[in-house]
């Protein structure tokens, strides 16, 4: 009798140690929680909360939001980075990601090192525009009178070091032109100084412009896609309009701890890209002037890398400091 139980032990023992692993391979029925380094509200946040219901049901589980705003993603990264490798924790990358590297001393973590790409999610072109009064009906114009007046022109955009702010950077050096540029606390901030005449042009997201589009408003002049904005289809890219090589755009994607098994990360990609093609989806991002991405975790790797490269240039041309 003892010696049939031990084999029966004996047998069923590489069934109870292969248990946990087959659990490190898949998801759990347990909550996936992304962390969003921008409060509640904004196009980054909306993009992620368009997705992440429909990348539940595929999952076949919740997917939450927790929002973490601080100071390029930092608080944001530093969480996930934290978390336990299962992929239930997951972190928005965005285009911010890469600006950090450059932008900080220090960070807590070691962007490329740190984090497994998983999913690209969508991407949002900015605008060049000028309050609705202004004399420049054309990008031409602007440039013109740039050229024509070295030094004067004023172009706005929000903080230094942000998105926009580096966009503004780049389109002045590529389109070879003297232009001040004028940081202001916030999109809001910035659209007030437009109305007002007090900058001359500025360099915005298009999301936050599209209600600003009137008489009292502004004026879109161009956007900084290398393909005209699907909402905007009269509007010429900056390329089109005279600036060669100037392309800008932000986007945001999903990633995990980088000791995620490599099947996890390949199950919340299938997710991700399924939640993509869904028509409820692509509605929402199309209502926010957001282009889908999805692509393979390589390709996520691929543009962050080349991101970082990127705006590192437009970092150290502009002689920013590092914070």
Known sequence: MNRRKLI???ATTPLVLATPWARADSLSSRPVRIVVPF?????????????????????KTQVVIENKPGAGGIAAGE???????????????SNGNAV???????????????????CGLGSFGLGVVVPASSPHRTLGDLLAFARANPGKLNLGTINIGSTQNLAGELFRTRAGINAQIVPFNGTPALLTALRGGHVDAGVEILGPLK?????????????????????????????????????????????APSKTPPAIIAQLNQAARAALETPDVRKRLAELGVE?????????????????????????????PKQ
Do not use: C
Request: hydrophobic share 50%.
């Open 100 to 118: 950090s590297v450059n932008l900080f001393k220090s960070l807590p973590f070691d962007t490329l090192r740190d984090f497994a790409p998983v």
């Open 79 to 93: 969480t996930v980075v934290r978390a336990a490798a299962d992929g239930h924790t997951l972190l928005l990358m």
């Open 8 to 10: 029966v032990a004996a």
């Open 292 to 320: 889908p991405i999805g692509g393979t975790p390589q390709a996520l790797g691929e543009l962050l890398a080349s991101e970082i490269r990127r705006w590192g240039e437009v970092i150290e041309r502009a002689g920013i």
């Open 211 to 255: 209600s600003q589009l009137n008489p009292g408003g502004v004026r879109l002049l161009a956007v900084t896609s290398r393909r005209r904005a699907a909402e905007f289809p009269d509007v010429p890219t900056a390329i089109e309009a005279g600036v060669a090589d100037y392309e800008a755009s932000s986007w945001n994607a999903l990633a």
């Open 39 to 59: 409060g509640a509200g904004g196009i980054a946040d909306l993009t992620v909360r368009a997705v992440a219901q429909a990348m539940g049901e595929q999952l």
